[in-house]
């Protein structure tokens, strides 16, 4: 019964911030939008405990609400972005862009629906759990070559990202 | 008793990513953009970890795993890139950004 209930908390106050995230009424500057993301990523992480997967949630928070909002906010800070608040919304794109994206999540709820219900069958309860030993495991074991090629493609990012910040781009 | 189900992580799943998409797809300003990518990826990586969990298989939280460092790269090298245009063309705006060549 809690579980239900931090349920629908988690999962209504990650789409609110993820709504504030693109669409905020208040205000339009990026640092607004980066707080709102942090916190949808803190609730997401909350819905990933809820799933039981609590080495991921943990990696959620330090990598993405530690890390790239960090980034993000170190850019927008870099950058100075005083323009985009005085630029006007369109209203005709952003009636088009709610048609195009209500057909989407027609289409995806349609799809949705096709699947048989789980929740009212008890008989598969699920029993996963995404704790870091079993996780680690199929890690190091199954998987691990795709690893060590993350590791060349994070070095790979590390010097593109180099390249790129120097003063002249030749 | 735990009424919630594979289709309500998946229903959440697809809000956000349609959150995400009407972002990238109104906004105008390409942090703003790139942060709607990022809602996207995190709404694939919610559907993923609720497939694993309800499924019994822990290969979809090894996915979500690889798809968060994957993130991390691809932000770090998508943000160089935009401070390396914006030294260019003093803006982030995507309506000032709509020629290739710097």
């Known amino acids: ?170 | 008793m735990n009424g919630v189900g594979l289709e309500h992580y998946l229903i959440v799943s697809a809000a956000l990513f349609c959150i995400g998409l009407f972002g990238v797809v109104t906004r105008r300003s390409v942090l703003v953009i790139y942060m709607s990518l990022e809602l996207m990826l995190n709404a694939a990586n919610l559907a993923l970890v609720a497939m694993s969990r309800f499924n019994g298989n822990l290969d979809g939280q090894i996915m979500v795993f690889f798809t968060i460092t994957v993130a991390a790269a691809e932000v770090s090298v998508g943000l160089a890139l935009i401070v390396a245009l914006y030294r260019k063309r003093q803006s982030t705006h995507v309506e000032d950004l709509t020629t290739m060549k710097l």
């Open chain 1, 1 to 170: 019964m809690t579980q239900e209930i931090l349920f629908y908390v988690f999962s209504f106050l990650t789409l609110l911030s993820g709504i504030l995230v693109v669409a905020n009424p208040v205000s339009r500057n990026p640092v607004t939008s980066a707080m709102f993301l942090v916190l949808t990523i803190l609730f997401m992480a909350g819905l990933f405990v809820l799933l039981h997967a609590f080495f991921l949630a943990a990696v959620q928070i330090l990598v993405y609400a530690g890390a790239v909002i960090v980034l993000f906010l170190f850019v927008i800070m870099l950058l100075d972005l005083k323009e985009e608040e005085t630029r006007r919304v369109r209203k005709i794109g952003a009636g088009i862009g709610i048609l195009a994206v209500a057909s989407v999540f027609g289409l995806m709820a349609r799809t949705i629906g096709t699947i048989p219900p789980t929740a009212s069958s008890g008989a598969s309860r699920p029993t996963l759990e995404g704790l870091t030993a079993p996780l680690g495991n199929a890690l190091f074991k199954q998987y691990l070559l795709p690893f060590e090629i993350l590791s060349i493609l994070l070095l790979v990012a590390m010097v593109g990202v180099i390249l790129l910040s120097k003063k002249d781009l030749r």
